[in-house]
């Protein structure tokens, strides 16, 4: 899965899993959570539409978790 820019901006140590990682911090998750939903509201390719919502499933894992 490829991470978007916005996650990369915040220098994760593990960009493939940053809710794990506890490298994104509430408010970064919020903001990026919104973006991510935001592009999947405006895209009309399927495949695009999956590896957003992918990657907003792995930003928000700790969240799920707790």
Request: charged residues 30%.
């Amino acid at each position: 899965m490829t991470i978007s820019p916005e996650l990369h901006e915040t220098e994760l140590e593990s960009p493939t899993v940053p809710a794990q990682s506890g490298a994104v911090d509430e408010a970064d998750r919020s903001r990026i959570t919104a973006r991510l939903l935001a592009q999947i509201a405006e895209t009309t390719d399927e495949v695009e539409h999956k590896r957003l919502r992918d990657e907003i499933v792995v930003l928000n894992m700790g969240v799920a978790r707790a």
